[in-house]
């Protein structure tokens, strides 16, 4: 393992138990316990242990509940200094509108100490090519007035927003941190750059346009972004169809076009690396992948290093850990 003794807070993971597909907190120890120095994480709404009765809009509260008690678990210190689900980002169905309030308040009573904020599936795009493993959403829901007056329920609760977004979807992205510029917005895996179908026939223009969108989202001081997630098949990444797993160094390289531009543009202080297992666990293991990572900002500073893998993540998703989040004025005084 590269830079073993520094601290990880993996800012976007996931803990589920489909037919086929079981990945709880035993699977996720086991990933974290392979020479990382991972210390905590963020645990990412996936639509897992729903309630099976009462309200629809109350359902998902099972979800941190669940996760609430896995927590717990980890924080007993019987598995080593990880504390997992440090954070938790559930789901409320923010087009409910003012009518989400109480089900944001049922996920604070949930988890008081740790539920964080939300994440709705709003990443879309019309392009058969594109398929998420989630399904297929409608678009433009960033923008309709349901869902805005149900987002601007969330600062008043201290609850942040995590935002999944395509890259041709960031200008809605944009505006809707224009128009809540005292809720802290999450974007989460780069931007949602698209690597299939005409995206990818066209990469250089889309790149291209990518980037610009995050000129602009970078100037609003409400937003940050996650570095990863770039292992999923809309990234247009084939490493899962080889007959040996990709190394750290190749990974790096697949990476290198999108990490770094997010890095310049948003400086170390509002960028986080995440795993998103086990997401990405189909193209690279946990500690490749965290390898990967630090091969890219070998050439960064200590404090920007610790900014990047653990700090920022603590400090926006309001968590006191074994790390501790470098303030602006120590990133400032390393330029």
Same mark, same amino acid.
Request: charged share 20%; aromatic share 8%.
């Given at each position: 393992?590269?830079?073993?003794? =520094?601290?990880?807070?993996?800012?976007?993971?996931?803990?589920?138990?489909?037919?086929?597909?079981?990945?709880?907190?035993?699977?996720?120890?086991?990933?974290?316990?392979?020479?990382?120095?991972?210390?905590?994480?963020?645990?990412?709404?996936?639509?897992?242990?729903?309630?099976?009765?009462?309200?629809?809009?109350?359902?998902?509260?099972?979800?941190?509940?669940?996760?609430?008690?896995?927590?717990?678990?980890?924080?007993?210190?019987?598995?080593?200094?990880?504390?997992?689900?440090?954070?938790?980002?559930?789901?409320?169905? =923010?087009?409910? /509108?003012?009518?989400?309030?109480?089900? #944001?308040?049922?996920?604070?009573?949930?988890?008081?100490?740790?539920?964080?904020?939300?994440?709705?599936?709003?990443?879309?795009?019309?392009?058969?090519?594109?398929?998420?493993?989630?399904?297929?959403?409608?678009?433009?829901?960033?923008?309709?007035?349901?869902?805005?007056?149900?987002?601007?329920? #969330?600062?008043?609760?201290?609850?942040?927003?995590?935002?999944?977004?395509?890259?041709?979807?960031?200008?809605?992205?944009?505006?809707?941190?224009?128009?809540?510029?005292?809720?802290?917005?999450?974007?989460?895996?780069? /931007?949602?750059? =698209?690597?299939?179908?005409?995206?990818?026939?066209?990469?250089?223009?889309?790149?291209?346009?990518?980037?610009?969108?995050?000129?602009?989202?970078?100037?609003?001081?409400?937003?940050?972004?996650?570095?990863?997630?770039?292992?999923?098949?809309?990234?247009? =990444?084939?490493?899962?169809?080889?007959?040996?797993?990709?190394?750290?160094?190749? #990974?790096?390289?697949?990476?290198?076009?999108?990490?770094?531009?997010?890095?310049?543009?948003?400086?170390?202080?509002?960028?986080?690396?995440?795993?998103?297992?086990?997401?990405?666990?189909?193209?690279?293991?946990?500690?490749?992948?965290?390898?990967?990572?630090?091969?890219?900002?070998?050439?960064?500073?200590?404090?920007?290093?610790?900014?990047?893998?653990?700090?920022?993540?603590?400090?926006?998703?309001?968590?006191?850990?074994?790390?501790?989040?470098?303030?602006?004025?120590?990133?400032?005084?390393?330029?």
């Amino acid at each position: 393992m590269l830079e073993p003794d =520094l601290p990880i807070l993996d800012a976007h993971h996931h803990l589920w138990d489909r037919p086929g597909q079981r990945y709880l907190f035993d699977e996720f120890l086991a990933d974290t316990n392979t020479g990382h120095r991972v210390v905590g994480s963020i645990f990412i709404q996936c639509r897992s242990m729903y309630r099976a009765d009462g309200p629809d809009a109350m359902k998902p509260v099972g979800e941190t509940e669940f996760v609430n008690g896995i927590a717990a678990r980890s924080a007993s210190g019987m598995y080593g200094e990880l504390r997992a689900c440090a954070g938790i980002v559930g789901f409320a169905d =923010l087009t409910l /509108g003012a009518a989400v309030k109480p089900v #944001l308040e049922a996920h604070l009573r949930a988890a008081p100490d740790r539920f964080k904020g939300v994440r709705n599936m709003t990443a879309s795009d019309p392009s058969p090519a594109i398929s998420a493993g989630f399904g297929k959403v409608r678009g433009g829901m960033l923008m309709e007035k349901s869902f805005r007056e149900g987002f601007s329920e #969330l600062a008043p609760l201290g609850l942040s927003a995590d935002v999944w977004a395509y890259h041709p979807q960031l200008p809605e992205v944009i505006d809707l941190a224009r128009s809540f510029p005292e809720t802290s917005i999450i974007v989460n895996h780069c /931007g949602g750059p =698209l690597n299939q179908g005409h995206f990818r026939e066209n990469r250089t223009q889309e790149l291209g346009r990518w980037r610009e969108s995050l000129e602009t989202l970078s100037e609003m001081k409400n937003v940050t972004i996650k570095l990863g997630g770039m292992c999923m098949q809309i990234g247009g =990444l084939d490493f899962h169809q080889r007959e040996t797993p990709p190394s750290s160094e190749e #990974l790096a390289e697949a990476f290198r076009p999108l990490v770094l531009p997010c890095i310049k543009l948003f400086g170390a202080e509002r960028c986080m690396f995440e795993s998103n297992f086990a997401m990405d666990k189909g193209m690279a293991s946990y500690a490749i992948l965290w390898n990967a990572f630090k091969r890219l900002v070998a050439d960064h500073s200590p404090v920007e290093k610790s900014a990047l893998f653990a700090g920022t993540a603590a400090r926006v998703y309001r968590l006191q850990l074994n790390c501790i989040a470098p303030t602006h004025e120590q990133l400032d005084a390393t330029v």
